[in-house]
């Protein structure tokens, strides 16, 4: 959120916010020890900062695990389908599914209800508040 106080529930989220945003509601970020972590990703240059220690929780937990080509994007605006399957491998369920990305993703978060009060399509960029609501969901599901 800005210095005024807006949340800017209308701009886009990228990866690294959101991760950032599921390690804390995780818990995700008590744990210190990331040193043995590889972040040896071509973009991991890309990384700033601040979300240099959640995108390596991130990859630690397995909530991201990079594109083809050794990329993690983590600059790039989360796609609803991206998170949903953060989200999930957050829950658990990923390991449980079956059939091919993103629709093995879509049918199990329709399932659970991950989606719940959006009409958002797979391949769309989240925006912040888009983000909100399906974090929101989350927590009402348990975990596998």
Known sequence: FDNSGNLNLKNNITRSEFVTLVIRIMGYDRDKNTETVDL???DANEIHPWANEYVKLAIKYGLLKGYPGNLIKPNAIVTNAEAQTVLLRALGYEKNLTGNWPDNILTK????G????MLVEPGKA????ESAVVIYNSLSINFN
């Open 40 to 42: 040896g990703f071509f």
């Open 109 to 112: 978060s329709k399932e659970l």
């Open 114 to 117: 991950l989606g719940s009060g």
């Open 126 to 129: 989240l925006t912040r508040g």
